[in-house]
């Protein structure tokens, strides 16, 4: 069985019109998609001695998430209120719906 579009809406109580959370399913670029959206991004992955960067799937750790956005600040206006509740969602949804194979990522795109 399949979850559906429909299938999300009604668990989760939200409509299915309105503003995607990724404008894009192309991976390049993700950080710079995620800025407009959230008002950050996690940071570019640190260079090893040989001076390759690690490998770091399209998306942001949920440790990083935790600790950007764990809690809405008390006088918050609607649109940092808004942000929150976007990336509470991405976090639910990540967690729930579409886990990646890692369990430490949510994906910014599915």
Request: charge should be negative.
């Amino acid at each position: 069985m399949t979850v559906t579009l429909q299938d999300v809406s009604m668990i989760t109580a939200l409509p299915i019109e309105g503003k995607p959370l990724c404008m894009s399913t192309d991976s390049k670029g993700w950080r710079q998609q995620m800025e407009p959206l959230i008002d950050m991004s996690p940071p570019e992955p640190e260079v090893e001695d040989g001076g390759k960067k690690y490998r770091v799937p399209a998306g942001a750790p949920f440790t990083w998430i935790a600790a950007n956005f764990a809690h809405c600040p008390q006088d918050a206006n609607d649109e940092v209120i808004q942000t929150y509740a976007r990336v509470h969602m991405w976090y639910v949804i990540s967690r729930t719906i579409f886990a990646d194979g890692t369990g430490k990522n949510a994906p910014w795109m599915w």
